[in-house]
């Protein structure tokens, strides 16, 4: 049993700040990478960041510059500091991780937090 939840999201200004968290619990040996995707109707899954196990990051390019991925090991989770907030930012977004269960890796989503950004 592996859950990935999401916290965080809600209704910001355009050029605003937000912080999401995704904490994962459950029976599991390791983490790998972690990382943060989104999502709008009609749109397919994007990834917006990504942290790695050795600590290297990966970023979509629309958000370079605005928003960091950190990563908390003691505590199983992962962050995304984002600021200078843009309307096209709003979507869904949801939580990944690679979590290694029974000797291998697999990837579990969280239920997803929606971020809206509005005047």
Same mark, same amino acid.
């Given at each position: 049993?592996?859950? &990935? =939840? #999401?916290?965080?999201?809600? &209704? =910001?200004?355009?050029?605003?700040? &937000?912080?999401?968290?995704?904490?994962?619990?459950?029976?599991?040996?390791?983490?790998?990478?972690?990382? *943060?995707?989104?999502?709008?109707?009609?749109?397919?899954? #994007?990834?917006? !960041?990504?942290?790695?196990?050795?600590?290297? +990051?990966?970023?979509?390019?629309?958000?370079?510059?605005?928003? +960091?991925?950190?990563?908390?090991? !003691?505590?199983?989770?992962?962050?995304?500091?984002?600021?200078? &907030?843009?309307? #096209?930012?709003? !979507? =869904?977004?949801?939580?990944?991780?690679?979590?290694?269960?029974?000797?291998?890796?697999?990837?579990? *989503?969280?239920?997803? +937090?929606?971020? +809206?950004?509005?005047?």
């Amino acid at each position: 049993q592996v859950r &990935l =939840v #999401e916290s965080g999201g809600g &209704l =910001v200004q355009p050029g605003g700040s &937000l912080r999401l968290s995704c904490a994962a619990s459950g029976s599991f040996r390791s983490i790998s990478a972690m990382g *943060w995707y989104r999502q709008v109707p009609g749109k397919q899954r #994007e990834l917006v !960041a990504v942290i790695n196990s050795d600590g290297s +990051t990966n970023y979509a390019g629309s958000v370079k510059g605005r928003f +960091t991925i950190s990563r908390d090991n !003691a505590k199983d989770t992962v962050y995304l500091q984002m600021g200078s &907030l843009r309307p #096209e930012d709003t !979507a =869904v977004y949801y939580c990944n991780a690679d979590i290694r269960r029974n000797g291998v890796f697999a990837p579990y *989503w969280g239920q997803g +937090t929606q971020v +809206t950004v509005s005047s």
